[in-house]
């Protein structure tokens, strides 16, 4: 019996019946976004199997009148189950995204009015253009047309809008956003957790100055711009996400651009070497 039969039968017996995802609009899903295409054949019947437990736990609902179809759900399914693929068994690994049910999908950009901190202790409110943000405890939103960008492009950029916001929602699972989520038992074979956390913030807080640092530099002297997104620089949260979705969509340029990256994300998620394309 294959593996994806014992978890599909699995599941069944433990909840209500779990949505059968259609081999026609899986292979449609996979086919579109080349990181997913890319995955081994285990790698792909283990991320159908989380695809259809995500799909039987979320609700999703649309936007300004936008109906979000099976395309779309599944679309965002597999991606958002992309960095659970190694986290255990698909029951274990989903309870990661077990503190909401909610997803909203706009059909556009998104405005939103957030308070501004700045340096020098002031409030202030500014209007701001949003691909996607993530509640704590709460529902997870999505604009379409940032998921539904060229898949080629996304792939060349190492960007994915889904990833990164369910990144930030694993991020959240021992407090706020802040790029320093709870770590597995043995990190990187490091028998203590103090020492673990220490290696994870010292790492990636030097790995954020020096991209804060590429990015000024390319904005005022027009030194080449870094390639993962700008976006980054803005806080150690959006640095973990813009990361995690470079390290999933196109792992083998961030692991030139970040190989000290690449294995601390590697040792959060027990991800293997990338796979070849099957």
């Not at 039987?56 to 679309?75: E, I, P, Q, W, Y």
């Not at 390319?218 to 973990?240: K, Q, S, V």
Request: aromatic content about 10%.
């Amino acid at each position: 019996m294959t593996w994806w039969r014992r978890t599909w039968l699995k599941l069944r017996a433990r909840v209500r019946p779990v949505p059968e995802i259609p081999s026609s609009l899986w292979l449609h899903v996979l086919q579109r976004h080349p990181f997913l295409q890319a995955l081994s054949l285990e790698e792909k019947s283990k991320l159908r199997a989380l695809s259809a437990l995500f799909l039987h736990n979320k609700r999703f609902s649309g936007a300004n009148g936008l109906v979000v179809d099976d395309r779309m759900a599944l679309t965002i399914a597999a991606q958002a189950c992309v960095p659970l693929l190694y986290r255990g068994d698909a029951s274990r690994a989903i309870a990661l995204y077990d503190d909401f049910v909610g997803i909203v999908v706009h059909p556009g950009t998104m405005v939103a009015t957030r308070d501004v901190h700045e340096d020098a202790g002031l409030v202030s409110q500014r209007r701001m253009m949003l691909e996607g943000e993530a509640m704590e405890r709460g529902p997870v939103t999505l604009s379409w047309a940032a998921i539904d960008q060229n898949p080629a492009m996304q792939a060349e950029r190492g960007t994915s809008v889904v990833i990164h916001e369910f990144c930030h929602k694993i991020d959240m699972r021992n407090g706020g956003a802040d790029g320093y989520p709870a770590l597995p038992a043995g990190f990187l074979g490091i028998p203590a957790a103090a020492e673990a956390r220490k290696a994870w913030e010292l790492t990636w807080t030097q790995a954020f100055e020096q991209f804060r640092q590429a990015i000024t530099k390319a904005e005022r002297f027009g030194e080449p711009a870094p390639w993962l997104d700008a976006y980054g620089a803005t806080a150690p949260a959006e640095f973990f996400a813009v990361a995690c979705e470079a390290f999933f969509v196109n792992r083998v340029r961030f692991g030139q651009e970040w190989p000290q990256l690449d294995r601390m994300l590697a040792g959060l998620f027990h991800w293997p070497e990338p796979s070849r394309p099957s």
